[in-house]
């Protein structure tokens, strides 16, 4: 069996001609297998387009030599050890080497379960050629100038006949020449926040366009033009196909070698590779703060000087430097960042992190989470050299950089022609960018709206309400803020950990440790099973944090909506609101099928949402209680929390209180003033004195108690999202309207 992760291509492979070889001597079958995890670092709608499009041209090629490639992506039903199985009954295992983790540890995992042979697919001179990690660029020219002669002959041609392997896989392969490419993504339990890239598809034919575009015109300015960012074609661009393996480097090595074009070939074959065999020849992970030289650690350790920003300003270029932002906007967008841009970008982040070491794992979050080529050697040891891995020391030693070299980000700006690169990582991400309707401006939709727009597409949202927030809302009194919806929240799936995490760094969101009592007739202490959050300095906060720079039509009722053409019509009690490509409604469930009528594709979907109903009172005044919040399973009550305690809130004493579904739904059409009264009467029963005024208000709609289990719906340019899909919390609508988001990207013409 072949097993192809960094070598995706048909021809020039060594790993597969090893296997044809193989197969013919010992008279066995073989079979190519090739999958997507969604456990790779940050497994993204970006990396799985790139990949899928890459196994495309994969299974054509193998095709067309009658071998029998086989693809499995993992997503809900298609999970388990699936390779596992596979290996142990195969008799030899042979694939491409990739010298770091996730990979080197999956390879070992393999290895356990049948023979395994690695073969260097990557680089022209063999990871295994040389006996120690090299040092220095230098040292490497030097050390593989004789190999790299040798080994830029034509590609051999394997003449072995091989029978294709039809046992049975244990596992359904997908048929990826005619998968929905779209569809298939928007199934993985991956991130869907960062869009895949409308302008570098995936895949052997685009990466050999690509080459080819830049072997006939700029690669004979390659030399002179190769540092200038805002001359982005003067360079080759083809890191990502030379990560996933798309292209040979062999190939491209020799037809660069036929053109003479000593430069290119430098950083191809010496810098390229001088990644990968330091990465190989590295004893612990190279990506570790403890990989760099200890000179640099201690150097950049003693001279460090910052002035700390959160990272989620960093990643969404929010700093003072038009070029950082530039950079960022670049990686986001295009999923790419000029040669010549790397090292004074990734130099610029010891300014803005706590330290040293922060900074180098953030330099891998940024790169990685966005970059094509990232998790690629050559980006680890770029990286790495920003801190002085592979480098020497220089000096006089000047904060922050100690005596590691030097590079000025407010130099770079000035020698650059900052108009035209920010033209360039400006254009159009998509062919043809779709106009985009949000409705709904509760979490779902803001969380919608913020990922299309960050991607660069045309995104507009609208609510029935006078602002932004839905069932997080907070209501102004003259006593305070109250947060009289959701309360707090919590954060189990790793994509909204990772999006709370820089939520706090960034201080819009805070830990609420809050002291809870419990009341079940006695009230007593409680305890809170795992951390909670809430949004700072108010619920509504966020929602509006990730609309702040969006058009947010508030008072603006959707009543009807309807197709026309290849668009939706939206329309409002006023009048029209517009035509737009797409529309994503994130409204709960039933006014959507209120919206849509019952005979509309989505509608068994919507009539399986349920919820619960609540009444939720506001009070001010002394309660005498020491809790922050109590959890009631007896009476009215199903909550009361304290909203002065919560962080960055303050002010005078007071509590919202929530009644219990079952409560609420038996007196959903009672008079509000009786219903003031009852609340009051129940929060007095737990021990809430006082004097208190209250003020209620009912959501029809709070708890999802019935979801649909799917993390969005899409139809002909129509879209729902919202927490009736994945269920009610906070977490739920976040991930929905992210995906809700992915989905319209993936379609909008990348190719998918
Ligand atoms: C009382 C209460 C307590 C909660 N407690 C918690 C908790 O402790 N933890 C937790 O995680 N979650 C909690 N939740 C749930 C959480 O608030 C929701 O899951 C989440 O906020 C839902 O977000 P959403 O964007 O899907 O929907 P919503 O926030 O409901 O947003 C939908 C938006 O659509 C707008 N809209 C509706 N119809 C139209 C139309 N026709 N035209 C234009 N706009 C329209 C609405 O005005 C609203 O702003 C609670 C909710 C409530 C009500």
Redesign the pocket.
Known sequence: MVWLRVAVRGHENPALDAGRIMAATLGLPLLVYHAVSERYPHASDRHHAFILQGAQNLSQELHEQGLRGVFHVERPGHRGPVLKALATRAALVITDAMPLKPLSSWTNAVAEHAPLWQMDCSCVVPMSALKRQPTRAFAFRKATLALRQDMLDPWPQVDAHTEAFHGELGFEPVDIERADLATLIAACEIDHSVGPVADTLGGSKAGYARWERFRDGPLKHYARQRNDAARPRSVSRLSAYLHYGHISPFRIAREAQAMAADKFLDELLVWRELAWHHCHHAVSDPRAWTALPTWARETLEAHHESTPLPLEALELGQTDSALWNLAQKSLLIHGELHNNLRMTWGKALLQWSRSPRQTLARLFELNDRYALDGRDPASVAGLTWCLGAMDRPFSPPEPPFGSVRSRSLAHHARRLDLERYGAWVSRASLPNTPSILV?????????AAHTLARTGAHVQV????RG??????TRRNPQGAFD???????ARDPRFVRQVKLWEAAGAVAPWPGKLGQFDGVLSAGSNTEP?FVAAPAMNAL?KRLLQDLTLHTQ????RIAREGQQWRVE?ETGELGLYDRVIL???AP??LA?LGTDHAFSTALQNVHYAP?W?AMLHGRAGLPWDGIRCSSGPLA?AGRQDTLPDRGGQERWVL?ASPEWSQANLEADKNWVAEQLAQAFAELGGGGDHSLDVHR?R????TQAMGKDHLQHQGLLY????CL???????WL??VAAAGAVLAQAGHGL
């Open positions: 409705v709904g401006a509760g979490l779902a939709g803001a969380a609208c609510d029935k309400s932004a927030g839905g069932r997080m809302s009289h919806g959701a309360q707090s929240f919590t909670r929602p603006t009722h959707v009543q409002t994130t409204i709960p006014q959507a919206l609540c939720a909550w929530h959501w709609y709070s708890l999802v999202a919202g927490d009736g269920g009610g919390r906070i977490e739920a609508a929905s309207g």
